[in-house]
């Protein structure tokens, strides 16, 4: 299927590794010029150098954390005009409903909630102005059922996607969308270094949690970045233009409800 972006630019944030990488290849596939990001260069870089060489198209990498108003500052001034906008950062901490305290909600809330409104608010204007925009948050599953030792995750993920209800029917009419894509458990670093801590708080090895885990999901098994990238692109392309405000599960069933 042709996407139809073919020439376009993203920035797709925290795409170094993992559900933001399958995002940018499955972009550049069809042909997206990318902005990419992450705060480690290096892995960055690497990133960056193989997409340019499997899909031809300009990538241009900015070293920053996203989470932080300069870091933010320095990719969007990176950036420029983007048609794409794919929202990412790294998942709040685990742990128990006493453990948190103020400070560890304003963080999650920085990462997670805040930072993605606000690379919308600096970005939707000028698509809206263009008259096509494409935006992606990638929240969770959590949103949809709660994962208990997600707390924060829970917590800062439903108010972005309170955010984005409102928001996207205030700018469709613009030619511009914003869906939110929302995995269950895929098989990147995040997903190991949950098995870890799950592994240590129950006495068990990883390899175990990973078992049980995947015998929970009706596909029984985890999701993949290239699979999680090609619903991401999708939602981008010509094609999505009439899906608003939606929230997408990509859970491989995991989440146990009619609708
Ligand atoms: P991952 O494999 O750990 O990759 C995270 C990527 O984000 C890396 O490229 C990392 O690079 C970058 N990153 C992290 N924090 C950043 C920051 N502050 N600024 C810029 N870049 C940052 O994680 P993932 O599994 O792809 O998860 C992506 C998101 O989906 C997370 O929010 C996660 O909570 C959520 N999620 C994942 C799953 C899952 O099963 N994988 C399920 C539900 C929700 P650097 O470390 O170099 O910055």
């Known amino acids: 299927m042709d996407l139809g972006i073919k020439g376009k630019r993203a920035l797709v944030c925290a795409s170094s590794k993992g559900l933001g990488l399958g995002c ?3 972009l550049a596939e069809a042909g997206v010029d990318l902005v990419m990001n992450a705060r480690g ?15 031809g198209v300009n990538v241009t990498a900015v070293a920053a954390d996203i989470t932080t108003a300069e870091g933010r500052a320095q990719v969007l001034e990176a950036a420029g005009q983007v048609d794409i906008l794919v929202t990412n950062a790294g ?10 305290e103020r400070a560890d909600f304003i963080k999650a809330l920085d990462a997670n909630m ?3 409104i606000a690379l919308m608010k600096a970005l939707l204007p000028g698509m809206m102005e ?4 494409r935006v992606v948050n990638i929240t969770s599953q959590s949103v949809k059922s709660p994962i208990a030792m997600l707390g ?3 917590a800062a993920r439903a108010g972005l996607t309170g955010y984005v209800a409102g928001t996207a029917r205030q700018v469709a009419a613009k030619g511009v969308t914003i869906n939110n894509l929302l995995p269950g458990i895929h098989d990147t670093d995040r997903a190991t270094s949950l098995d870890g801590s799950a592994a240590k708080a129950q006495g068990t090895t990883p390899e175990d949690v990973r078992r049980a885990r995947e015998a929970s999901i009706p596909a029984r098994r985890y999701g993949t970045a290239e699979e999680f990238g090609a619903a991401c692109a999708f939602l981008c392309s010509k ?9 997408l599960l990509l859970d491989g ?7």
């Open 253 to 259: 069933g995991a989440t146990n409800a009619t609708l």
């Open 24 to 26: 940018a290849q499955a």
């Open 130 to 133: 263009r008259g096509w925009g």
């Open 114 to 116: 805040l930072t993605p």
């Open 239 to 247: 094609h999505g233009g009439f899906i608003v405000g939606q929230n």
């Open 152 to 154: 924060l995750s829970n």
């Open 41 to 55: 260069s290096e892995a960055l870089e690497a990133a960056a150098a193989q997409i340019r060489s499997d899909y």
């Open 91 to 100: 998942g709040p901490p685990p742990g128990m409903w006493h453990d948190w």
